[in-house]
């Protein structure tokens, strides 16, 4: 049975940091490019991390910098290091292979605020 769970967020400051964690069973991701995405209030998920089977790491304009994507295999797990945070990265982040191709995850919050 395939899952994803997302796990590790919360409520921070702005400059501050979170790691987020995306455990799947099911299958091996290592196999698969995967992503993360965030679903603002009021807008459309949007992938803003990847990473490719072979390791290799994209992140949109919006979080270079600032925001880290990694992969522990024996783990079969996903992380999204955030730091830096801004009120505008406040948004359900949620994990899944760069097509959506997975069921969705419950996601986690992130709350950016003073």
């Known amino acids: 049975q395939v899952q994803l769970v997302e796990s590790g967020g919360g409520l921070v400051q702005p400059g501050g940091s979170l790691r987020l964690s995306c455990t799947a069973s099911?299958?091996?991701?290592?196999?698969?490019?995967m992503g993360w995405y965030r679903q603002a209030p009021g807008k459309q998920r949007e992938l803003v991390a990847r990473?490719?089977?072979?390791?290799?790491?994209t992140l949109v304009d919006s979080v270079k910098g600032r925001f880290t994507i990694s992969r522990d295999n024996a783990k079969n797990t996903v992380y999204l290091q955030m730091n830096s945070l801004k009120p505008e990265d406040t948004a359900v982040y949620y994990c899944?292979?760069?097509?959506?191709?997975?069921?969705w995850g419950q996601g986690t919050q992130v709350t950016v605020s003073s």
């Open positions: 899944n292979d760069v097509y959506g191709g997975f069921s």
């Open positions: 099911g299958f091996i991701v290592r196999l698969y490019t």
């Open positions: 990473i490719s089977s072979g390791g290799f790491a």
